[in-house]
């Protein structure tokens, strides 16, 4: 990389706190010192002394103020000097459109090479001022808009949402009544809730968001006297305070993983979106060259079906489990998968030389990948439309939403939390958000965020799968799956505090899940993008996880809860435990995102003990298990009888070459009441001193 670039370009590095991409306008959330460099590995975490860039530059007339650091560490960040060197180097090397001007942050380059596709039919041109069209087969958001759904937060609060461009104010709330077309508003009989905004962004880069998200707050008790909300002219997804009907979904995004950028070799480059990108000097004879990583084709990502499908359903409500956004870098052509996926690097909105001098240096600008709205809008907000224009839904953030992935656009777009005030509309992250409770009449959903966690060695990401190595024995003949003690990590080490800090994080989560559930006197389930009780096959071994998650356990913590959800895993499995000592696992990972063969036989299930939990105090028995990586699917949870009979949870699965959906696997029996058999009696179990959760005598982390 030429050493001169950073200061051309306008980026600037830093080491430990507030090593991140900085918010354009200045004011922005720091990323925590241990971030995740996902060049390979879904759960990779970085090196902590590893140099991060802090900003891309744009013009001081944006910051004011730049010199204060208030409580919670947002930074406020004076960059006059740097806008004024990147505004000289833009101005001698940029190219522009009569109609359409580059705007002034991007860093210039020939890209017409982003167009080509064997698959798309596209081509590039040698118009300077032409623009490539979308490969990805997604259309412009702007004929959407506004673009209207609605997430379930906590308080018993429906809040709708509407997206606009950022130059377009709020659209406008209308309510109707049950029993007539004229509006409340009219008729003076409710209140029409107030309009306000969510948070406004802009087109730079890397966090491009240029949308203004609007929202109203809906107190649910006054949904079932009213027909309908409209905000601008699209009707608002309503729900009762007694849906009876759930489809579950996870893990849906369109997986473009290159090991680097995908063009030339720059494995030194900046992080962005948990990769590290190649910033300059990117030549064709780069990209003419194969390149690693996990690619996925267009045409085997079936999202946009199976939303529809789900949506055939009719259900009250939609769940997603979470890892939204898969598209971390581009996909290079050709790649090691053969997947046909260049199409989502075509850019969005730029003007581009179309030179075809082999030699040229190049610099990206993302298209439809990376932490930005039009990457949001193409792997999940487009191929969603029919279902978040019907259902209403909530969603779990999964480790692909982390801060240094897609957490900017994730707070912005889908979290249920406020926003804060003063933060640019795509600029605002936490690495940790407190548990919610969903509640309606019959049952309570509680939800933890499990999106920071940094397993050992890379995790599920860094495991081995390969075909008929797996163990062939029935579960009761073979030992306990292997454990993934984090205090034992060498790929890359764990600081010790930090493992310690997540395993008190979690302690802390998990009694205010264990104290909701006894409190209600509803179903309660439990919902984390992470398996608590994930099985999978590691080359010979079985594993068991999530460590942490296991290893900040009591007990009782389950004792009151009649299921747990998640995501996260690649495929389909569920486990059920002997005696119902612990309430089954059910893992919908398979939503559309590229399916990892997970090689597990059904018997290997059947019987196996598993020893978890602080000093491995639970042990139960698998009494039945089912792994399946054979399909994209999704699930349907459905309360029977009149409202206080059991659950049932079915799975549907789609089919790649007609789009429709078919069942597949066993459904499963969920008792409303998990107070049966032998449920409590965990913590008459004698405790057993091993080292599961805690360093062995000696290690460095000991204490």
């Known amino acids: 990389m030429d050493p001169n670039f950073l200061q051309r370009s306008g980026v600037r590095w830093g080491n430990g706190v507030g ?277 996925q084709d267009l045409s085997e990502w079936p999202l946009k079906a199976l939303m529809s499908r789900a949506v055939e359903e009719d259900p009250d409500v939609l769940i997603h489990m979470g890892d939204f956004i898969y598209r971390q870098g581009p996909c290079p052509h050709p790649n090691n998968n053969n997947a046909s996926c260049s199409g989502i690097n075509l850019p969005r909105r730029y003007n581009f030389s179309g030179s075809n001098d082999e030699s040229e240096i190049m610099n990206f600008v993302p298209g439809s990948w990376g932490d930005n709205f039009w990457s949001w809008w193409a792997d999940f907000f487009y191929p969603s439309l029919d279902a978040l224009s019907s259902v209403p839904f909530f969603a779990l953030r999964g480790n692909h939403e982390s801060c240094s992935r897609a957490g900017k656009g994730w707070f912005l777009l889908l979290s249920p939390d ?107 389930f439990y919902l984390g993008h992470r398996p608590v009780f994930g099985i999978a096959c590691n080359d010979t071994k079985l594993l068991s996880m999530d460590w942490t998650l296991q290893c900040s356990l009591e007990c009782s913590t389950f004792d009151e809860i009649s299921a747990l959800f998640s995501g996260h895993m690649h495929w389909r499995e569920t486990i059920s435990f002997a005696n119902n000592l612990l309430p089954p696992q059910i893992v919908v990972g398979h939503g559309g995102t590229d399916l990892v063969d997970n090689y597990i036989i059904d018997r290997s299930l059947d019987g196996l003990k598993l020893e978890i939990g602080r000093n491995s105090q639970i042990s139960v028995t698998v009494k039945e298990g089912e792994p399946d990586s054979s399909a994209f699917g999704f699930a349907v949870l459905q309360r029977g009888g009149d409202g206080e009979g059991d659950y049932t949870v079915k799975f549907r699965g789609i089919d790649m070459t007609t789009g429709s959906a078919y069942d597949v696997g066993r459904s499963i029996t969920i008792p409303s009441d998990p107070n049966v058999d032998g449920r409590g009696s965990l913590c008459q179990q004698e405790s057993k001193d091993t080292n599961a959760c805690s360093p062995p005598a000696g290690h460095i982390c000991s204490r």
Not at 230 to 255: E, I
Not at 442 to 455: T, V
Not at 513 to 520: F, G, K, L, M, V
């Open 418 to 524: 406020p926003y804060p005030l003063d933060a640019l509309g795509g600029s605002y992250c936490s690495d940790y958000t407190e548990p919610r409770q969903i509640s309606f009449q019959h049952e309570q959903f509680l939800i933890i965020d499990d999106s920071g966690i940094e397993p050992k060695d890379h995790g599920f990401d860094g495991l081995q799968f390969i075909e008929g190595d797996c163990p062939t024995e029935t579960g009761s003949d073979l030992p306990p799956p292997e454990i993934m003690n984090r205090f034992l990590a060498t790929n890359p080490e764990q600081e010790c505090e930090h493992v310690y800090s997540q395993l008190d994080t979690f302690t802390g989560y998990f009694e205010q899940i264990r104290e909701a559930s006894i409190e209600s006197d509803k179903t309660s």
């Open 19 to 295: 090593g991140s991409l900085v918010a354009p306008r200045g004011k922005y959330e720091p990323v925590p010192d241990v971030v995740e460099d996902d060049a390979v590995h879904d759960d990779a975490p970085s090196d902590q002394n590893e140099r991060r860039p802090l900003f891309l530059a744009q013009s001081s007339s944006a910051i004011e103020d730049n010199k204060s650091v208030d409580k919670r560490g947002i930074y406020y960040v004076g960059i006059g000097t740097v806008a004024v060197i990147i505004s000289a180097f833009i101005l001698m090397r940029t190219f522009r459109s009569a109609t359409s001007p580059a705007p002034p942050f991007i860093v210039p380059g020939d890209a017409s090479w982003l167009c080509r596709d064997d698959k798309q039919s596209n081509t590039a041109s040698t118009t300077k001022s032409d623009v490539c069209a979308p490969g990805d087969g997604t259309p412009e958001y702007d004929a959407y808009m506004p673009i209207v759904y609605s997430i379930l937060g906590d308080d018993n609060q429906l809040i709708a949402r509407a997206i606009v461009n950022n130059t377009t104010p709020c659209p406008e709330i209308e309510v109707q009544r049950s029993d007539a077309s004229d509006t409340y508003a009219q008729k003076q009989e409710l209140v029409v809730p107030v309009v306000t905004e969510r948070g406004v962004g802009n087109d730079m880069l890397p966090f491009a968001f240029p949308i203004r998200v609007c929202e109203v707050k809906i107190p649910r008790g006054t949904l079932q006297n009213v027909h309908s909300y409209y905000f601008g002219d699209k009707k608002v997804p309503n729900v009762s305070n007694d849906p009876s009907k759930f489809v579950v979904v996870g893990d849906t995004g369109l997986r473009s993983k290159p090991t680097n950028l995908g063009f030339g070799v720059c494995l030194d480059g900046p992080l962005m979106y948990g990769t590290h990108q190649c910033m300059n000097n990117i030549t064709k004879g780069d990209i003419n060259s194969q390149f690693d990583g996990h690619f």
